[in-house]
């Protein structure tokens, strides 16, 4: 005989709360619709669980011992009970949403089917390198599913007068029996007339018929964040396409950043090159260096080597309150032709060990 308790995991001093509660882990992860589901190591749970969450079968187990081998019918009665389950009168039948309802992602959304929920949308902005890293606000008019302007999305002309929901009889969620071969499961889902409410109007807006959603345009304002980088995505709860009875979905806004002619970005570091002519390089000057805030200049130090980096601090990505700074590369330029002066004197320099 097969040990129930050790099936399911339990003491045999077990409540029918530590029972209930083991099989509830055990089915979801063993059901046949999951990932690591297995319909035998199922089936044997789900026979286990209608013996001992049965207190006169679970008294008639614990008497019987091996003896026992049936869930309807004591010792020698054959299993009738589960062969039931598998769909034949007298079967066993479970309410999911009372075994499963932690489990909402098994059998269509939970509890009562979950609140409907409408589809998400995407879509793509552009924005110059300096909108990106000071960050920019965009309005977008998308053409969408929205909430009903003139009944606020209750559909009903006169919110207040209402009568009782002629296809749920007032309860809000509507119970089905569903046979497949692990049995007859029980569910409960949202009455989709009410959506779950179990009134519905008198007299129904006439705006948008009753479903208390429109197609419509609709305008966006976006924030985009100071330092948002290309790819990135910006998230706007509640802003997608409304659904009769349901919550909206999202808006999800991906950003394209377009590339800066000479300055590129790493982190909350900008870069640019800066070309500076070799007397400059071995004496010393001062260039002016054009930054996302405007004209810098900046000495440069005689003696610079080619490719040397100069630190222009505070000038670069704001990052949390902070700004990065903005980094010069020096490119020496040398001339490819000289006047014979010039490389006279070249050759002096030469002469002199530089």
């Known amino acids: 005989m097969k040990d129930y308790?050790?099936?399911?995991?339990?003491?045999?001093?077990?409540?029918?709360?530590?029972?209930?509660?083991?099989?509830?882990?055990?089915?979801g992860k063993y059901h046949p619709d999951k990932k690591t589901g297995d319909e035998a190591k199922f089936k044997e749970i789900s026979e286990a669980y209608s013996v001992l969450s049965d207190d006169k079968k679970r008294a008639e187990y614990d008497t019987y011992g091996r003896s026992y081998n049936g869930a309807a019918g004591g010792p020698g009665a054959g299993f009738g009970g589960f062969g039931?389950?598998?769909?034949?009168?007298?079967?066993?039948?479970?309410?999911?949403?009372?075994?499963?309802?932690?489990f909402g992602d098994m059998f269509g959304g939970g509890r009562g089917g979950g609140r409907a929920r409408g589809n998400d949308i995407s879509v793509d902005i552009e924005l110059s390198f300096k909108e990106a890293v000071f960050g920019t606000k965009r309005s977008l008019k998308l053409t969408k599913n929205n909430e009903c302007t003139t009944c606020n999305g209750t559909g009903a002309k006169n919110p207040s007068e209402t009568t009782t929901c002629d296809v749920c009889n007032g309860n809000g969620k509507i119970r089905e029996v569903r046979q497949s071969i692990m049995g007859n499961f029980a569910t409960v889902r949202e009455c989709s007339k009410c959506h779950g409410?179990?009134?519905?109007?008198?007299?129904?807006?006439?705006?948008?018929?009753?479903?208390?959603?429109?197609?419509?345009?609709?305008?966006?304002?976006?924030?985009i964040p100071a330092g948002i980088e290309h790819g990135e995505m910006v998230r706007l709860t509640g802003h997608g396409e409304a659904v009769p009875g349901g919550t909206p979905g999202d808006l999800y806004v991906k950003i394209h950043v377009a590339p800066h002619e000479s300055i590129k970005r790493e982190g909350a570091t900008l870069i640019s090159p800066l070309r500076v002519k070799l007397s400059d390089a071995i004496l010393g000057s001062s260039y002016a260096v054009e930054t996302l805030d405007g004209e810098?200049?900046?000495?440069i130090p005689a003696g610079i080597s080619h490719g040397e980096m100069l630190r222009i601090k505070g000038k670069g990505v704001p990052v949390q309150g902070k700004r990065g700074d903005f980094m010069v590369k020096v490119a020496i330029d040398i001339p490819q032709k000289l006047s014979r002066k010039a490389k006279k004197l070249v050759e002096d320099l030469r002469n002199e060990g530089i």
Not at 85 to 99: L, T
Not at 296 to 299: E, G, N, Q, S
Request: proline share 1%; with cysteine.
């Open 5 to 27: 308790y050790q099936i399911l995991g339990v003491e045999k001093s077990a409540s029918k709360t530590d029972v209930k509660k083991a099989f509830r882990k055990l089915a």
């Open 84 to 102: 039931g389950f598998q769909g034949g009168q007298g079967g066993v039948e479970f309410d999911i949403n009372d075994i499963f309802e932690n």
């Open 197 to 223: 409410k179990g009134q519905i109007p008198k007299e129904v807006c006439a705006n948008c018929s009753g479903t208390g959603v429109r197609r419509s345009d609709d305008e966006v304002q976006i924030n």
């Open 296 to 299: 810098v200049t900046i000495k």
